[in-house]
């Protein structure tokens, strides 16, 4: 059994910054040819990572990328995200776009990569969220749109087997270059990675490294499944507000 992706074309949908740099570094460090694709090109070099230009929300631009390529092994829909907009303070069209990068991009990404994906007996890995399985005031857009992609891997596993398997990542809080602007400074960023069950926030490759797990061939058999990655969930608020269980200042 072939564990390592070494040789295997893997494209990344968004893979210069964030997330998607580090999928896109741990798929060339185990020896994949990495193509990460995205509207505007890394801040800093990736290497082994080619980068081509591409507006994922253009399904032309995106048929004529995939037509372009020989081949593709491994399609890992990353490219997603939202600016912090709670529902009635914007129009209908921004929350629409949001659903539409976040849920139409990649179902428009790997329809185009399908023929190849078929070819190869390759994988797909979306990248989804926990904001898609609770309630997210603020980003619930995105939240929306990352529940209807769980939905859809699970509908493509089943339509697409047993040529090509499709499993999602929901990831939880992620140590980027721009946590700052979620979390605050480093005291931010430390408060909320207490929160966490495993003691601080993921790091892009701990990421990396689930994606290029559920796309070897150690995983051969997995299928329609949703690999959470988010160091244990969040600690249930009503934990700290019961007062049933709290140690007594009182001696017995």
């Not at 499709?166 to 809080?173: A, E, H, K, P, Y």
Request: charged share 20%; hydrophobic share 45%; proline share 8%.
């Amino acid at each position: 059994m072939d564990n390592s992706p070494s040789g295997r074309t893997v494209v990344v949908t968004g893979g210069t910054r964030g997330v998607g740099a580090g999928i896109a570094r741990a798929f060339a460090e185990a020896g994949a040819h990495v193509v990460a694709c995205a509207r505007r090109p890394p801040e800093q070099h990736l290497e082994g990572v080619e980068f081509t230009p591409l507006d994922l929300r253009d399904p032309p631009a995106v048929r004529a990328f995939f037509d372009a390529l020989p081949r593709v092994d491994v399609l890992v829909n990353n490219a997603g995200g939202t600016p912090y907009r709670r529902l009635a303070d914007a129009d209908p069209e921004r929350h629409a776009r949001v659903i539409e990068l976040n849920l139409v991009t990649p179902l428009t990404a790997s329809l185009a990569a399908y023929e190849h994906l078929r070819r190869a007996r390759g994988a797909v890995v979306m990248i989804s969220s926990v904001s898609g399985g609770r309630p997210s005031p603020g980003s619930a857009a995105y939240g929306a749109a990352k529940a209807g992609l769980e939905n859809l891997a699970r509908s493509m596993a089943v339509e697409w087997a047993p040529e090509v398997r499709v499993n999602t990542l929901v990831v939880g809080m992620v140590r980027t270059e721009l946590a700052h602007l979620h979390y605050g400074g480093p005291d931010g960023v430390g408060a909320v990675s207490r929160t966490v069950p495993l003691g601080r926030l993921a790091a892009p490759s701990d990421v990396g490294a689930a994606a290029v797990f559920l796309a070897s061939d150690a995983a051969a058999y997995i299928s329609g499944a949703s690999l959470l990655v988010h160091g244990g969930g969040e600690r249930p608020p009503f934990l700290d507000a019961a007062t049933a269980n709290k140690p007594s200042d009182k001696e017995d």
